[in-house]
């Protein structure tokens, strides 16, 4: 199984992409420009998950 960081996050919706809103950090990524989508969210809970093992 291949995935790229396009299975991972995605561009967010709400700065498209530029981590900005009103020269503010964007409050829906955090600043980032990207969210994670759902493949991304279930990899980074199993990444935290086993790392806490
Ligand atoms: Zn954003």
Partial sequence: MVITTDDLETTCPNCKGSGKEDRLPC??????????TGQGNTLLHFIKKHLHE
């Fill in 27 to 36: 409050p829906k990524c955090s600043g980032k420009g990207v969210i994670l």
